[in-house]
């Protein structure tokens, strides 16, 4: 094969890359690396700033006193509308690189984040009515879309050597998006500042990130939808599985990072800056942490750590309930800090799992050597965008049902209790499908030339 050229053909506008192929050592060496680098830097930084649009109502209920008439069960609520929203459009987000090339998509994306912030700066004031607060905070929800779309988008500027790599620091660096909102929000509380302050803050950021990317990033022409792997994704029940266990961590992350400052303001009465003090600690460890859940998971496979990662899940979580039934702000704080690490960690280990699957699966269906792997890689990527959206919506599960236990009970026990159920649905879940001893044996068979022992669904 004629190795490409070392600057890539571009052509309508010089934004677009005609040629790409970065599993060439020398055409990644001599081109790639730089280009790649730089389209993954600048992705980085529209992603970090849509999670902290996406997040943004996190805060700003925080601000939302007495004169503004809303209840903690309005506050939930209002923030479960921006979780919602945001595990629906990463769907179409993800479709979006191909359909419009991720240079122009960044773009995109980044430009509709003044939509919600502008909203936001016009309507933060006593008398707005609740209606009004929860259309914005639903506008705010395309923030969530950007993960989809940039880690679609830097997947395919990646050898799949250094995939790994990229996607998490990727996907870590939108994440830390979600504790730099809150701490700039606890910088503006303690200078006495409005919400608009903070509002302020973000409206050039927003543009500053869709500027860079009009002039720093490339799109890609061969990177085409593949519709064929997404409705067999669809199909495939691991998909469903994985979207289930993802609930469980991601779900998680983004659903307690929406809560934390609120459940504290409401059942143990911090006021905003109080809270704020401590609300951004859980997000920022347990998005440094994710990278770390990948690579115990390379280590050790991703079915083991996801499977202890749940036990330790539930035994914090079972700490908080003692701690909300006893009154223990300093027990309760440091046991939902480490929840939220352990959420970290698990979206590492959940996100790993999920290329050994679809290897798996291609070695029962006899395939071998590249073949194999290009089946996982395609049924992987197709599948990852359904599972971050699912995964996405138990965000949404956790702000109501905050809502419903404040409603019923008046504190986030009954929440918590909920929680911890079904942190023992995705143990049971993971051990029965991934890691029982039966499914271990059920090895997929050789092809009749290969000699090498074969991956199971027990290794992933």
Known sequence: MTAPSTAPARSRGGHW?????????????????????????????????????????SVMVLFMGPEYGLTPADKFFIVSMATLVGAVVRVPYTFAVARFGGRNWTIVSASMLLIPTIAAFIVMKPGTSFGTFLVCAMLAGVGGGNFASSMTNINSFFP?????????????????????????????IGASGGPRVLL?????????????????????SSVKNDTGAAKEAVKDAHTWIMSFLYI?????????????????????GRTPLQSAYVTFIGPLLGSLIRPVGGWLADRYGGAKITLW?????????????????????????????????????????????????????AVAKGLTGEEAAAYGRRLSGASMGL??????????????????????????TGAFVAFLAFYAACFAVTWAVYLRRPAAAETPVTAAKETKPQLSYAEV
């Open 17 to 57: 890359i005609e040629e790409w192929d970065p599993e060439d050592e020398a055409f990644w060496q001599e081109t790639g690396e730089k280009v790649a680098r730089r389209n993954l830097f600048f992705s980085v930084l529209s992603e970090h700033i849509g999670f902290s649009i996406w997040t943004l109502w």
């Open 160 to 188: 799949l050597r250094k995939k790994g790599w990229a996607l998490g620091l990727n996907a870590g660096g939108g994440n830390i998006g979600v504790p730099v909102v809150q701490l700039v929000g606890l910088a503006v």
């Open 200 to 220: 302020g803050i973000y409206i050039p950021l927003i543009v500053i990130a869709a500027v860079l990317g009009a002039l720093y990033m490339d799109n890609i």
């Open 248 to 268: 469980g961590t991601f779900g998680s992350f983004i659903g307690y990072s929406f809560a934390f400052g609120l459940v504290l303001q409401t059942q143990f």
């Open 309 to 361: 990662n749940f036990v330790g899940m539930a035994a914090a979580t079972g700490v908080i309930v003692m701690a909300s039934m006893q009154k223990s702000l300093p027990l309760f704080t440091t046991a939902f800090i480490v929840l939220f690490v352990l959420t970290g960690l698990g979206n590492g280990s959940t996100y790993k799992m999920i290329p050994g699957i679809f290897q798996a699966k």
């Open 387 to 412: 599972i971050g959206a699912v995964g996405a919506l138990g965000g949404l599960g956790i702000n109501l049902a905050f809502r419903q236990s404040f409603l019923s009970v008046g504190s986030g």
